[in-house]
Nanobody
């Protein structure tokens, strides 16, 4: 019903920048929230940043002042601008979308989908 396409990951030197994007497609009625999580080698999956359909944002303490999340509501696309990247930012970044969808004649107000992830590698 809902598919996610993530892009923007890659290799960057410490201090550099990357911009991730996540586009959601399908029969989406509205976005409840979109966010980015990350999982480093041998670590858990942790919230990096999220944004609600109303525009409220949340950031992990480790990225405050460096990362900015934004959303294009018309395109159902969320972005993560990552500046001043550090080696410890290296991880697989995964997009999460919580949206309202219609499955047949049934309304699902919290349909949650995960992207496959995009790798960000920061070198020293």
């Amino acid at each position: 019903q809902v598919q996610l396409v993530e892009s923007g990951g890659g290799l960057v030197q410490a201090g550099g920048s990357l911009r991730l994007s996540c586009a959601a497609s399908g029969k989406i009625l509205g976005i409840n929230a979109m966010g980015w999580y990350r999982q480093g080698p041998g670590s858990s999956r942790d919230l990096v940043a999220s944004i609600t359909g109303g525009g409220s944002t949340t950031y992990a303490d480790s990225v405050k002042g460096r990362f900015t999340i934004s959303i294009d509501y018309a395109k159902n696309t969320v972005y993560l601008q990552m500046n001043s990247l550090k080696v410890e930012d290296t991880a697989v970044y995964l997009c999460n979308v919580d949206s309202s969808v219609v499955d047949g004649e049934v309304l699902d107000r919290h349909h949650e989908v995960w992207g496959q992830g995009t790798l960000v590698t920061v070198s020293s």
